[in-house]
């Protein structure tokens, strides 16, 4: 007999140890059992740097994509419209496969000529 609670100890094991605690505790909800997430910690002073810096990068692309638009917008003809970026670069394409065009047809003339000297 345990001198203490005055009931007796069969088997002290960790099984039955275990055994004995499920019986005597609530069952987990399934709210317990799924891990909590720790919430974000606030920003620093590091992460507001990265932030301007990111927003300032952006800055940077856009003044440059718009600097490009511009220069293609002068060579394209007809591109001066001051249209959609989509029309303009369409327009682009028909363009350059014009000249591709007319270069293919340039060279054809000159290796006619080339022959006709012979």
Do not use: F
Request: hydrophobic share 35%; charged share 30%.
């Amino acid at each position: 007999m345990c001198a203490r609670t005055g009931s007796r100890r069969r088997n002290s094991s960790a099984a039955s140890t275990a055994r004995w605690m499920r019986t005597r505790l609530p069952a987990p909800s399934a709210a317990a059992a799924a891990p909590r997430r720790r919430p974000s910690p606030p920003p620093t002073n590091n992460d507001v740097a990265c932030g301007k810096a990111r927003k300032a990068a952006a800055r940077r692309r856009d003044t440059e994509v718009r600097r490009k638009m511009e220069a293609l917008r002068r060579l394209v003809p007809g591109g001066g419209g001051g249209g959609e970026v989509d029309e303009l670069l369409l327009r682009a394409a028909g363009y350059i496969a014009r000249l591709q065009a007319q270069v293919t047809v340039m060279q054809l003339m000159v290796d006619v000529l080339e022959h006709t000297k012979d």
